[in-house]
């Protein structure tokens, strides 16, 4: 089985100051992950993946994610928010995990962005 | 633009209702993954399909079906409407059925039951 934690649900910003995201997972095999960004009324977007290469990934618009196997851990981060930063956020962890492809999605973390 | 293309983009109808959302899925990619997303439930996986047959199987209710036709677009059928089913339903597609590739996103249908 697999599973995915987003350890806050809100994280509060102000513009041009380090963002960090926090993701949790677990699976019984090598898993593939995702970090996708939600803006409002839109449908989601691939921000990165990780699929077993190097374990520092970078994004589009600036964001990367650091995959640590010892933590199980695929916390996003980017050096600088901007106002259009915000949006919803989601981590996902899929590959075969138990005979199942299907992907599974956190919760998401609302990423509010102060001026 | 993902690629990925649903209609209608929003729907209203009442309780006990039939509903059909239809979603075209990237050039290219072979695998529809069917979702549906609420404020308390988050985003839940209802159904995949890859290359017209039925993969994985989710949270999809008795009175929800779909299919995958040979064109490669997918319609989820809702049946039975209750005020509970109000919900963003978005379709994905990605090149393969192994979970290890990107999912592309439509925009969503968003369903309102009265």
């Known amino acids: 089985a697999q599973s995915v934690t987003q350890l806050d649900s809100h994280v509060s910003v102000s513009e041009g100051t380090p963002v960090l995201l926090r993701c949790n997972y677990s699976s019984s095999y090598s898993p593939s992950l995702f970090w996708y960004v939600q803006h409002p009324n839109k449908g989601l977007q691939l921000l990165l993946k990780?699929?077993?290469?190097?374990?520092l990934v970078k994004g589009i618009n600036g964001f990367e994610a650091e995959f640590k196997k010892s933590e199980t851990s695929f916390h996003l981060t980017k050096p600088s928010a901007h106002m259009s930063d915000a949006a919803e956020y989601f981590c996902v962890v899929s590959g075969a995990s138990g005979g199942s492809y299907i992907p599974t999605f956190g919760r998401g973390t609302s990423l509010i962005v102060h001026p | 633009d993902s690629g990925v293309t649903q209609t209608p983009k929003h729907l209203i109808t009442a309780t006990g209702q039939r509903v059909t959302l239809r979603c075209s899925p990237r050039?290219?990619?072979?695998?529809v993954y069917w979702y549906q997303q609420s404020l308390d439930q988050g985003l839940q996986f209802l159904i995949q399909?890859?290359?017209?047959?039925?993969?994985a199987k989710g949270n999809i209710l008795e009175r929800f079906s779909a299919q995958q036709f040979p064109d490669l677009h997918s319609e989820l059928n809702l049946s039975s409407l209750e005020l509970g089913d109000s919900a963003l339903y978005f379709c994905a597609s990605s090149v393969d059925w192994t979970g290890n590739q990107p999912q592309h996103f439509g925009d969503g249908t968003r369903l309102s039951i009265l």
């Open positions: 399909y890859y290359n017209g047959e039925e993969r």
């Open positions: 050039s290219g990619d072979l695998s």
């Open positions: 990780y699929t077993s290469a190097a374990t």
